[in-house]
């Protein structure tokens, strides 16, 4: 469990009542990461939800070629932001590998908890989709950067 105050400081949880962040804090912890590390890959489960409060991390995509793993890079989180969206997104699989540029400190929120009370409290429910459609919403713009200046 973390403060709910540490909540407060992030627009992720911007339009929630007190109340809402305590009980999301409940289910919260802080987390770190050593330069270099794995948070996660491609394909698990999506056990929590993270929001970064110090550091970077990249998000990469790997593709499976014969005798080889060519790894694309699809973007960076920077401070304040969430990931990991498929925690509340089914099929709850993570669709990116994402690995700690530098040390990094996150917030990790339990994700079958925190969708439980997505599902009790539809004010909750609403204001973390709505932050995650907004987080989707611009990684989608990145990656049609990325693809038109392929083409």
């Given amino acids: 469990m973390i ?5 407060r400081r992030y627009p992720f949880f911007a339009g929630l009542t007190v109340d809402e962040v305590c009980n999301i804090a409940m289910i919260a912890n802080e987390v770190s990461y050593p330069a270099g590390a794995t948070i996660f890959r491609d394909g698990e ?5 993270f929001v970064l409060t110090s550091g970077t991390v990249d998000l990469e995509f790997h593709i499976q070629r014969p005798n080889k793993v060519d790894i694309a890079y699809v973007g960076s989180i920077a401070e304040g932001e969430p990931f990991a969206l498929s925690a509340v997104l089914e099929p709850y699989r993570l669709n990116a590998t994402c690995v700690a540029d530098g040390p990094v400190q996150t ?5 079958a908890p925190l969708r439980a009370l997505c599902d009790l409290n539809c004010h909750v429910g609403y204001a973390i ?18 693809l038109a200046a392929c083409g």
């Fill in 129 to 146: 989709m709505r932050q995650i459609a907004r987080a989707q919403t611009e990684r989608l713009s990145f990656a049609r950067i990325q």
């Fill in 107 to 111: 917030i990790a929120i339990e994700s």
């Fill in 45 to 49: 489960e999506a056990t929590r939800l």
């Fill in 3 to 7: 403060s709910p105050e540490q909540l």
